[in-house]
Nanobody, 126 residues
Framework: QVQLQESGGGSVQPGGSLRLSCVMS????????MGWFRQAPGKERQIISS????????YYAGFAKGRFTISRDKAKNTGYLQMNNLKPEDTAVYYC???????????????????WGQGTQVTVSS
């Protein structure tokens, strides 16, 4: 069974930075694409970024390019989302997600991911 646990959320002023972590508990010998999503109150869940198991391929939503960076440490089974120059409109619950895929695959939509974390709140406010 796959389990995901996010951490690193919190409150930050506009222009600040946060790094989210996602510890993945996954069966040995299988490969998982990982993604980060967010959902603001009253809005649909949207993808931020995804990364292949081998970390060689990434995808970013337009709003994330240049401000957010996805990465993963396979040895630690942990994924990261570095968020810089945060804006009030980045306020949302942030989720990590995983799906068993070939090691070079990135994914683009929430319905492609089977496993989800519980989410961590990010609030950007002055």
């Amino acid at each position: 069974q796959v389990q995901l646990q996010e951490s690193g959320g919190g409150s930050v002023q506009p222009g600040g930075s946060l790094r989210l972590s996602c510890v993945m508990s996954v069966p040995a010998g299988k490969t998982y694409t990982m993604g980060w999503f967010r959902q603001a109150p009253g809005k649909e869940r949207q993808i931020i970024s995804s990364i292949s198991w081998n970390a060689e391929n990434t995808y970013y939503a337009g709003f994330a390019k240049g401000r957010f960076t996805i990465s993963r440490d396979k040895a630690k089974n942990t994924g990261y989302l570095q968020m810089n120059n945060l804006k009030p409109e980045d306020t949302a619950v942030y989720y990590c997600a995983a799906d068993e895929r070939f090691h070079t695959i990135v994914l683009y939509a929430s319905n492609e991911f089977e496993f989800w974390g519980q989410g961590t709140q990010v609030t950007v406010s002055s």
